[in-house]
């Protein structure tokens, strides 16, 4: 079946960079977009950007334009989401999930645990 | 973009009531919208997409409907795991949303 595995939890100092890993298996990966969704402590669901398994190309949230970016390593399987730049309305759970249909333009099936970035002096 | 109105914010109901919750967009998304279901502490879980269709594994008690720039979730008889966030999100273009939420509580 369908797993998605995020990496663990970090504390990054404000104006540092953080990368949260994504490790799938169980379906090609290649066929199906992933995308970043973050969740500010007591708030709601924020759509950061997705990502192209397939031809690389990234659709960004016009708030993370500039300070994002989405990668991926087809041959394990994985996408990066790296966020620079960090202040401290940063501090959240970061949430990669995959689109349930191939080609785009679809809602997110199977989501990972979720990381918790924390940005504090 | 395409921003998502999500109402009520906090709707209170009782086991066996039939709520409903709305979500409007700010254009027209056609069909392409879907509902998440939220636990503290947990990933969201699809509920329904393609406004209407349920997804597998979810009761029957859900259903979806709408279209254009109006959409409505409907739990039929709440029951004790109903209890939770709920989302939903446009998937009209390559720039995806969500609404803001709204809380179901135990009355």
């Known amino acids: 079946q369908v797993q998605v595995v995020q990496s663990g939890a970090e504390v990054k100092k404000p104006g540092a960079s953080v990368k949260v890993s994504c490790k799938t298996s169980?379906?090609?990966?290649?066929?199906?977009?992933i995308s970043w969704v973050r969740q500010a402590p007591g708030q709601g669901l924020e759509w950061m950007g997705r990502?192209?398994?397939?031809?690389?190309?990234?659709n960004y949230a016009q708030k993370f334009q500039g300070r994002v970016t989405m990668t991926t390593d087809t041959a394990t399987g994985t996408a990066y989401m790296e966020l620079r730049s960090l202040r401290s309305d940063d501090t959240a759970v970061y949430y990669c999930?995959?689109?349930?249909?191939?080609?785009?333009?679809?809602?997110?099936?199977?989501w990972g645990q979720g990381t918790l970035v924390s940005v504090s002096s | 973009d395409i921003q998502m109105t999500q109402s009520p914010s906090i709707v209170s109901a009782s086991e066996g009531d039939r709520v409903t919750i709305s979500c409007r967009a700010s254009?027209?998304?056609?069909?392409?919208l879907a509902w998440y279901q939220q636990k503290p502490g947990k990933a969201p879980k699809l509920l329904i997409y393609?406004?209407?269709n349920l997804e597998s594994g979810v009761p029957s008690r859900f259903s979806g409907s709408g279209s254009g720039t109006e959409f409505i979730l409907t739990i039929s008889s709440l029951q004790p795991d109903d209890f939770a966030t709920y989302y939903c999100?446009?998937?009209?273009?390559?720039?995806?949303?969500f609404g803001q939420g709204t809380k179901l509580e135990i009355k």
């Open positions: 393609k406004a209407s």
């Open positions: 169980g379906y090609t990966f290649t066929n199906y977009g």
């Open positions: 254009q027209n998304i056609n069909i392409w």
């Open positions: 999930a995959r689109e349930k249909f191939t080609g785009g333009q679809a809602p997110f099936a199977d």
């Open positions: 999100q446009q998937y009209n273009s390559l720039l995806y949303s």
């Open positions: 990502i192209s398994a397939y031809t690389g190309n990234t």
